[in-house]
């Protein structure tokens, strides 16, 4: 059974509709992060969490919101979807032991 | 802020040849980071291939080896013998010893391994 679980594995988005990415865990680990990867590059963070009922920005979180209601959930919203924001997410959970698991990818497509 | 560099885009490289991937990486902080190379076969995510959290260390799995070169801030990957099913994309990434714990990546390097 999968540790790391994201759901819609593909979504196709209107531009300016809102968009919900889910992630939920069974590790039990603090940090949960998203990250999206765009054709041809690394994965980059977006936001990202420690503890539940709170989020913190990465590296590119303009355009993004993200929330963390439990320990086990973590979601990435996009209130008003844009063409640039067409990419791959990922959720990965991890430790403070640098132990991280990665769930399977959101593919997401905005027209 | 944090970069990692993989120079090769794409390999290829023909069944039972050697096989080498460049990394080498800049961190802000005062300590050594951890290192990892994660590897994405198709239509799967992203897997923990190996890590070293330790300057002058080697990591190995699976015929894969990279070992810490704090001094020339490399994480090489190599394998002796590769095979079909080593077709993939590999990524270099680190982490620093801070509170966010996040990773920052490489562009990833295709591998394809030719019968």
Known sequence: EAAVTQSPRSKVAVTGGKVTLSCHQTNNHDYMYWYRQDTGHGLRLIHYSYVADSTEKGDIPDGYKASRPSQENFSLILELASLSQTAVYFC???????????????????? | GDSVTQ???????????????????????????????YV????????????????????????????????????????????????????????????????????????????
């Open chain 1, 92 to 111: 990965a959970t991890g430790t403070t032991n640098s132990d991280y698991t990665f769930g399977s990818g959101t593919r997401l497509l905005v027209i």
């Open chain 2, 7 to 37: 120079t090769e885009g794409q390999v290829t490289v023909s069944e039972s040849k050697s096989l080498i991937i460049n990394c080498t990486y800049s961190a802000t902080s005062i300590g050594y980071p951890n290192l990892f190379w």
């Open chain 2, 40 to 115: 994405r076969y198709p239509g799967e995510g992203l897997q923990l291939l190996l890590k070293v959290i330790t300057a002058g260390q080697k990591g190995s799995s699976r015929g894969f080896e990279a070992t810490y070169n704090k001094e020339a801030t490399s994480f090489h990957l190599q394998k002796a013998s590769v095979q079909e099913s080593d077709s993939a994309v590999y990524y270099c990434a680190l982490s620093e010893n801070t509170n966010t714990g996040k990773l920052t990546f490489g562009d990833g390097t295709v591998l394809t391994v030719k019968p």
